[in-house]
């Protein structure tokens, strides 16, 4: 697998993706953008979501905020993004699972898929982050704009995978997500 060209077709789409939403909605400030409902089993890995919020829609939600879930957010799924890497993911699928002939390399197989997958979006997010921070997404994006991997579904994971895609000089201009970084750490 060609993983610089996997990041670069992630990072162009994202980007696209957020620069439209950006451009339909002037008025609603995008804070950041995350990597969400991750799939893989013994047979597929499927795209991530990438989702996208404006502080107009965070909210409370049984005595929680939803500002660091993805599947509250006002955008939860950027389709276009996702879609145009569904034949990256069918090689990954191929390459990956499908030569496993019994369940042990199945299992080796999505261990390795798995934590390069992890390993390259977390890339990815990184990339958009700096490009969003350079305005060279759409102007109306903050300076404070952020792109993490947030798959509540891994919650064991959680910390290291936000830990992963944003860097720490990064992470340290987000306060509310180094909060919730340290409620993650001490839940």
């Known amino acids: 697998m060609d993983w610089d060209a996997f990041e670069t077709a992630w990072h162009d789409s994202g980007c696209r993706a957020l620069a439209g939403i950006a451009a339909a909605h002037p008025d609603q400030p995008l804070y950041a953008a995350a990597f969400h409902l991750c799939y893989l089993d013994g047979t597929e890995i499927l795209p991530p ?45 191929d390459q990956y699972l499908a030569p496993a002939a019994d369940d042990g390399q199945r299992d080796a197989a999505m261990a390795a898929l798995e934590a390069a997958h992890d390993a390259a979006l977390a890339r990815v997010c990184r990339a958009i982050t700096a490009t969003a921070r350079r305005g060279a997404i759409h102007d109306a994006l903050p300076p404070s704009f952020v792109a993490v991997v947030l798959d509540g579904e891994r919650e064991d994971e959680q910390a290291d995978l936000i830990r992963a895609s944003v860097a720490a000089p990064v992470l340290a201009t987000v306060p509310d997500l180094v909060s919730y970084l340290r409620e993650l750490d001490e839940g």
């Open 49 to 93: 979501a990438l989702a996208t919020n404006t502080d107009t829609a965070v909210h409370q939600r049984y005595g929680y905020s939803t500002r660091f879930v993805p599947p509250e957010w006002r955008w939860p799924v950027l389709e276009s993004a996702s879609e145009q890497l569904r034949p990256w993911y069918r090689r990954l699928s």
